[in-house]
């Protein structure tokens, strides 16, 4: 059974603006993707290869049984994380111990799936190795990839993306009928006329039909009639000519984004050049740290963004009015003026110290009431993060500072579950500082404590074991407790519970004296497991409530408490107290899905379904037991290899396949791990016992923003868009953006499939 994938994650977005021509390249895409297995589009930037891409998959995404996966790689620097990216788009956990590359490549090997790379000039040949692995090792796989550069790979075949042509009178041009439909958008009642159209084809084909150029140009008709815009154009390329030193096409696009670039005020410029620094997604506060100095005052940065949107450089964000983004092209021209100022160590500097600050605050608060909603932002910054992190291990003579800011991420990694990430970057950080200094020490002990988390026991012990020598030979009370906690955790893992009794009673007296009371809760939550998979259930119960006392019953704390209610419900399973238990263990899967943290809700999962047969409903654990089967399958050691409840698994399914017989257990069993994790999770809380066949049309109601749900209910109601425009006092336009994000997001093809959704309470 191939491992779990949540592919709500890589979905396509839904396009906000119409598509216009291309019906040849979409033919041969559709023709290519039925011959091939590899298609690249090759083209220059801003040509529009996404923008087919995209198109080309949503029309033959029926092919693909198991849907298809956008992979968007323009944030990602570092090729060494392409497959954690790539698996992390597919919803697949991080904590696998064995290589990412490895993982990933067993988790598609089921699998057919349309794998839509976009953006891979910058990691080509990190993309042409995961490309050629995927071909030969998972041949259900096809992939669709948009480069500025052919991968070159066996199997390869490319598509070369043209610019939109345009004739000498540009009728019937896609080009113009490209700026037609944008300027409209732009400038309400424009058309293109027998009046006008000599001046717009002469327009578009002096940006030889790029795309992205035709956008940009038609924006300024906002301020810049047609022919003043012409004029301004031809004037700037004639300016060029004569130093046009690269391809054309690229040299015109170019010409464009300084042609744009000209039309912002010195403000705006400067603006832009330091907003490249940022990778992916920003807000107002981080824009207003960083890009703010003497010459451009914070409390002027707001009015200098908004001019940056209104021109079209600066995007809003999806769904998120309150954070933005640099289209790549953008961003590129914006660091070279960054470069050219001699501005872009300082600036980078500031990045990097902003994020430092907020993974520093991150730690401080991570296992407080505030767990979730700091977590959800932090993460959201991802992209910055890693950039920041790069640059950190960059900067000459800060080795040491590098590392202490990968240390101070350690919470960040493990309440989301993204050890393999965590430990790619601790390791890196670590071997620029072979001394023994405290944050060696501290980068160890996490270092090992996720590989024993990834049941990775070998792996981690040499790393503990040092960073317990790096502690006595500083005398650091503090690292020493937590080095004999991770030691603790080892024997835990290991089966070796006699030596893990006295190391974990050792750490605990030392975190008492250090007053640590977030490093006590934990030892002690990992202590109660220790009673609790020596089958001492009661002693379990006792020493995990005094971890829940420490961190606050009820706090909004997810990460410890969740263990500590997977571990309790397991203790009462134990003692037979089973309406205990299956409270407890409910509420650990809904924090531990909240957090992204798999492992643990299969944990959680496989504790239902024992629970399940013992109360005979043999259906309601077969699926269960296939869910977490699912997740298992991805990690090296199910249930931590403990053997007491490797027993308890065998048990189970010794018990429920006698009772359905071994045809029927292995239909529902499939069943149970065919559909999404989530899904699973909400039918395990429903205390639902067979799986409904609208199980995953149910849940994607809940992917639904509050303003769609109202949207979805006026439906339901029978009005028209129009009529919901003026309901809500919206205009129609953005009424018609809420349906197709509804459409799209509930995976359904008209406004009666919503109506009957909403009808049903499913809403």
């Given amino acids: 059974m191939a491992p779990a994938m949540d592919m709500r994650r890589g979905g396509l977005p839904v396009q906000v603006t119409g598509f216009v021509g291309r019906t040849a390249e979409l033919a041969m895409v559709a023709r290519l993707l039925g011959e091939a297995r590899l298609v690249t589009l090759v083209g220059p930037g801003g040509v529009g290869k996404t923008r087919i891409a995209l198109q080309s998959a949503g029309a033959v995404r029926d092919r693909f049984a198991d849907g298809v996966c956008l992979v968007e790689l323009s944030a990602l620097s570092d090729p060494a994380l392409l497959a954690h990216t790539v698996a992390g788009t597919l919803g697949l956990p991080e904590q696998d111990s064995r290589p990412a590359l490895e993982h990933l490549v067993e988790c598609l090997a089921g699998r057919q799936v349309l794998l839509v790379l976009d953006t891979c000039e910058h990691l080509v040949e990190a993309c042409a190795m995961l490309a050629e692995l995927l071909l030969r090792e998972a041949p259900a796989v096809t992939i669709l990839a948009t480069t500025r550069q052919p991968l070159d790979v066996a199997g390869e075949h490319t598509l070369l ?25 732009v400038v309400p009642g424009f058309t293109v006329g027998e009046a006008n159209h000599a001046s717009v084809a002469a327009l578009c084909r002096r940006l030889d039909g790029i795309p992205l150029a035709i956008e940009l140009a038609t924006v300024r008709l906002r301020a810049i009639p047609l022919e003043g815009l012409l004029n301004r154009l031809e004037d700037r390329f004639s300016l060029l000519t004569a130093r046009r030193s690269s391809l054309p096409r690229h040299q015109t696009l170019r010409t464009t984004i300084t042609w744009s670039h000209d039309l912002c005020d010195p403000d705006e410029r400067l603006l832009w050049a330091r907003l490249s620094v940022f990778s992916g997604p920003f807000d107002l506060a981080a824009v ?38 640099l289209l790549d092209t953008l961003r590129e021209f914006g660091t070279e003026q960054l470069e050219a100022l001699g501005q872009d160590e300082q600036v980078r500097r500031r990045h990097l110290e902003y994020y430092r600050e907020m993974a520093r ?13 700091l977590f959800q932002a932090l993460d959201q910054e991802r992209p910055n993060l890693r950039s920041a992190l790069e640059h950190a291990l960059a900067v000459p003579g800060e080795e040491r500072r590098a590392l202490a800011f990968a240390v101070s991420l350690w919470p960040y990694w493990l309440c989301g579950a993204r050890l393999a990430e965590g430990r790619h970057w601790l390791e890196r950080a670590l071997s620029l500082v072979p001394e023994a200094v405290p944050e060696r020490a501290e980068g160890l002990g996490h270092l090992g404590f996720f590989a024993l988390q990834q049941g990775a026991q070998h792996v981690a012990l040499p790393w503990i074991e040092e960073s317990l020598e790096i502690a006595n030979e500083l005398d650091d009370e503090g690292l020493r407790a937590h080095a004999i906690q991770h030691l603790a955790v080892h024997r835990l893992l290991s089966g070796r519970a006699d030596e893990g009794f006295p190391l974990f009673d050792d750490a ?26 020596s089958g001492d259930g009661v002693t379990a119960i006792q020493v995990t409530g005094q971890a829940l006392e420490l961190v606050g019953e009820g706090s909004g704390e997810c990460w410890l408490q969740g263990y500590v209610l997977f571990l309790r419900g397991l203790a009462r399973w134990t003692l037979g107290d089973l309406a205990g238990s299956v409270r407890e263990a409910r509420l650990a899967v809904r924090m531990k899905y909240a957090l992204g943290d798999h492992l643990a809700v299969a944990d959680c999962l496989e504790l239902l379904a024992w629970q399940a047969a013992d109360q005979e409903r043999m259906v309601r654990a077969c699926w269960l037991l296939g869910a977490a089967e699912r997740v298992w399958r991805q990690f090296a050691a199910p249930l931590a290899g403990a053997p007491l409840l490797l027993r308890h698994h065998d048990r189970a399914i010794e018990e429920v396949s006698k009772s359905l017989g071994p045809e029927r257990y292995a239909a529902i069993f499939r069943q149970g791990g065919s559909i999404p994790l989530g899904d699973a999770v909400h039918l395990a809380e429903q205390d639902i016992d067979a799986i409904p066949v609208q199980a995953p049309r149910r849940a994607a109601m809940e992917l639904l923003s509050p303003r769609e749900r109202e949207v979805a209910g006026l439906v339901e109601e029978g009005l028209t868009n129009r009529e919901i425009a003026e309901r809500l006092v919206i205009s129609k336009r953005t009424a018609d953006a809420h349906i197709e994000h509804i459409l799209a997001k509930l995976g359904v093809s008209s406004r009666v499939e919503i109506a009957e959704l909403v009808a049903s309470g499913s809403a």
């Fill in 161 to 185: 993306i043209s610019p939109l042509p345009v004739s000498e009178l540009g009728a019937g041009d896609d080009a113009v009928a490209l700026f037609a439909q944008r300027a409209a958008a």
């Fill in 288 to 325: 207003e740290a960083v890009c703010s100095d003497g010459k451009l005052p914070a409390d002027r940065i707001v009015e200098h963004l908004v001019g940056l949107v209104d021109k079209s450089v600066l995007l809003r964000q999806e769904g998120r009015q309150d954070r933005y983004r």
């Fill in 361 to 373: 605050a991150f730690n401080a608060r991570a296992f407080s009431g505030e767990q979730l909603s």
């Fill in 508 to 533: 605990c007296a030392r975190l008492t004296a250090l007053g640590d009371r977030q490093g006590l809760a934990i030892a002690l939550m990992e202590k109660g497991a220790l009673h609790a998979l």
